[in-house]
């Protein structure tokens, strides 16, 4: 079956870094998301990788290793406001978004 | 970037009744929308993807004569609750995609469902 793995809670302060990761097991590979959402709110997009490696966007980067699948969000300079669900999704195959349980982030001061 | 809005945004309706969601792709033509069912504390759960002009396909375990979907235009998507009871209330979000797979969704602000 297909699988999207990523911690339940994560907890960190702010100013510091943190990494979420996400392990997939699809049927197919078509790229990996990262999405933020907000207690309440719509999903906002963070990043798309569908090569292996490293992109990076301001404070937030992503990388992805598809031979290993896995990808992680590291997020720097943490600030309150990046208190979030943080969800991972795959594409399949068959173009289908896989998504996971999302990883909720608490950031303390 | 692409906006996407969803109307209502929260609605209150009695248990039997019907309620119609819209979601429109403001700045941009959604090739394909998606509606997605979000509990609390829980992930997305697709319902549905449906692609302007033809039939939803609906994810295994969703009713597609209790939830409707019509995509009749490259800007607009209806979900309609027929018959809603109280296990229906939560929070549904669209979101929509212009042109092939590897674009990202952008999703509208969700409408919140409670039913009494």
């Known amino acids: 079956g297909q699988n999207i793995d990523q911690p339940t809670e994560m907890t960190a302060t702010e100013g510091a870094i943190v990494q979420i990761n996400c392990t997939y097991q699809?049927?197919?590979?078509?790229?990996l998301f990262w999405y933020q959402q907000h207690a309440g709110e719509a999903p906002t997009f963070l990043s798309y990788?569908?090569l292996d490696g490293l992109e990076e966007k301001g404070r937030f980067s992503s990388f992805l290793s598809r031979s290993k699948g896995y990808s992680y969000l590291l997020l720097k300079e943490l600030q309150m406001k990046d208190s979030a669900s943080y969800l991972c999704?795959?594409?399949?195959?068959?173009?289908?978004?896989?998504w996971g349980a999302g990883t909720k982030l608490i950031i303390k001061p | 970037g692409a906006v996407v809005s969803q109307h209502p945004s929260w609605v209150i309706c009695k248990s039997g009744t019907s309620v119609k969601i819209e979601c429109r792709s403001l700045?941009?033509?959604?090739?394909?929308m998606f509606w997605y069912r979000q509990f609390p504390k829980q992930s997305l759960m697709l319902m549905a993807t449906?692609?302007?002009?033809?039939?939803?396909?609906?994810e295994q375990g969703v009713e597609k004569d209790k939830f409707l979907i019509n995509h009749a235009s490259l800007t607009l998507s209806t979900l309609t609750v027929t018959s809603a009871h109280p296990e229906d209330s939560s929070f549904y979000i669209c979101?929509?995609?212009?042109?092939?797979?590897?674009?990202?969704?952008?999703f509208g602000p969700g409408t919140r469902l409670t039913v009494l």
């Open positions: 999704a795959a594409i399949d195959s068959n173009y289908q978004l896989i």
């Open positions: 979101s929509a995609r212009e042109g092939d797979s590897y674009n990202e969704q952008f």
């Open positions: 700045d941009f033509q959604a090739t394909t």
């Open positions: 449906s692609n302007e002009g033809s039939k939803a396909t609906y």
């Open positions: 990788n569908v």
């Open positions: 699809t049927s197919g590979f078509n790229g």
